[in-house]
């Protein structure tokens, strides 16, 4: 599916999303137990194209509406009791100017390179090279991942470099662990709202807070619109676990 397709699909089926978005919101309470889900939905979604029980266009189809209805439950979750329908729908543009292109250059390379029967999975797009895979979840990585492993699929994998996990933890990076950063644009929303007038974004200083998040930590308060939402200019991604703070 090329790019243009997906935008026209994800377009005529855009009340579809607000009203699953909303469903899935209020079933899971919580940007952290939306997170939760959505990883366990990457990891079964990858299993069943690996077992053959999802045919390619059903993955694809899948795969896009799960990204796309994640980002908008993390923006209603963000905007509390605040109108989150209204700010899901104006959201809808950020949310498709980041993910679906991105994503369908993602799911392009996946095709190509599981038809020659090797697993080869890089999209540097999102600067996927540029992040250690130590801050993965174990069970993304892992060879011995009993729902993901297959022999013949894990010795083609690791002739790679790549297994069936490392696809799932990809996959996660788009339906799952960038939902705090849609989370905090409906945080944003709100404070936009109520008249804030700064911002400042916070780092947690680990071993995993990138460069770019500490300078922006540094900078102190801004003025509110200034300073990007965590994940957001910053070589963390979806990974990225800043918060912030208004005033």
Same mark, same amino acid.
């Given at each position: 599916?090329?790019?243009?397709?997906?935008?026209?699909?994800?377009?005529?089926?855009?009340? #579809?999303?607000?009203?699953?978005?909303?469903?899935?919101?209020?079933?899971?309470?919580?940007?952290?137990?939306?997170?939760?889900?959505?990883?366990?939905?990457?990891?079964?979604?990858?299993?069943?194209?690996?077992?053959?029980?999802?045919?390619?266009?059903?993955?694809?189809?899948?795969?896009?509406?799960?990204?796309?209805?994640?980002?908008?439950?993390?923006?209603?979750?963000?905007?509390?009791?605040?109108?989150?329908?209204?700010?899901?729908?104006?959201?809808?543009?950020?949310?498709?100017?980041?993910?679906?292109?991105?994503?369908?250059?993602?799911?392009?390379?996946?095709?190509?390179?599981?038809?020659?029967?090797?697993?080869?999975?890089?999209? #540097?797009?999102?600067?996927?090279?540029?992040?250690?895979?130590?801050?993965?979840?174990?069970?993304?990585?892992?060879?011995?991942?009993?729902?993901?492993?297959?022999?013949?699929?894990?010795?083609?994998?690791?002739?790679?470099?790549?297994?069936?996990?490392?696809?799932?933890?990809?996959?996660?990076?788009?339906?799952?662990?960038?939902?705090?950063?849609?989370?905090?644009?409906?945080?944003?929303?709100?404070?936009?709202?109520?008249?804030?007038?700064?911002?400042?974004?916070?780092?947690?200083?680990?071993?995993?807070?990138?460069?770019?998040?500490?300078?922006?930590?540094?900078?102190?308060?801004?003025?509110?619109?200034?300073?990007?939402?965590?994940?957001?200019?910053?070589?963390?991604?979806?990974?990225?676990?800043?918060?912030?703070?208004?005033?």
């Amino acid at each position: 599916m090329d790019l243009l397709s997906a935008v026209g699909t994800v377009t005529k089926r855009r009340p #579809d999303y607000y009203g699953q978005a909303e469903t899935l919101a209020k079933k899971t309470g919580s940007q952290e137990a939306l997170e939760e889900r959505m990883l366990k939905e990457s990891k079964a979604l990858v299993k069943g194209l690996r077992d053959k029980q999802l045919k390619w266009s059903e993955y694809e189809r899948s795969l896009m509406d799960k990204t796309l209805v994640s980002a908008l439950a993390a923006v209603y979750l963000g905007a509390k009791d605040s109108k989150p329908r209204e700010k899901m729908e104006t959201a809808w543009p950020t949310i498709v100017g980041d993910m679906l292109p991105p994503l369908v250059k993602f799911m392009s390379e996946t095709e190509t390179y599981l038809k020659d029967g090797t697993l080869r999975v890089g999209d #540097d797009t999102l600067e996927f090279e540029e992040i250690p895979e130590d801050v993965m979840p174990d069970s993304f990585l892992s060879d011995d991942d009993p729902q993901l492993r297959g022999d013949k699929e894990a010795t083609q994998g690791r002739a790679q470099g790549k297994t069936w996990p490392s696809l799932a933890g990809r996959v996660a990076r788009y339906i799952a662990t960038a939902t705090f950063s849609f989370f905090a644009l409906g945080s944003f929303m709100i404070a936009q709202q109520v008249g804030n007038k700064q911002m400042r974004r916070v780092a947690k200083h680990d071993k995993r807070t990138c460069p770019d998040c500490k300078n922006y930590g540094e900078m102190g308060w801004q003025p509110i619109g200034t300073l990007p939402m965590p994940g957001k200019g910053c070589r963390c991604y979806d990974r990225c676990r800043c918060f912030i703070e208004y005033s």
